[in-house]
């Protein structure tokens, strides 16, 4: 089973929310000591950059659901044709 393309946008939302609180809460503490950690800038950046990634995977996901969906074959639902009474010989 492959992972719904909603599931990859709902990453990126967290993703992307989760880096935007941590880059806001550094450049809280530039302002207050004006110093910036190393470690703070690469996990904020990190955490947007994989935002960004999830939501190329979405869209790749919605692509491939939608391509799925229009070679989805019904026949075999019905195999042979209803007995509508238009179509009976002794109606």
Known sequence: MRIKSGVWYWLAVASGAVGMLYALGFA???????????????????????????????????????QRRRYIDRRHARPEEPEYRQNRRDA
């Open 28 to 66: 809280g503490s530039i302002e207050a000591l004006g110093v910036i950690s190393d470690t703070d800038f690469i996990t904020a950046m990190v955490l947007l950059l994989l935002a960004l990634f999830f939501v190329q995977l979405g869209d790749h996901a919605a692509e491939r659901e939608a």
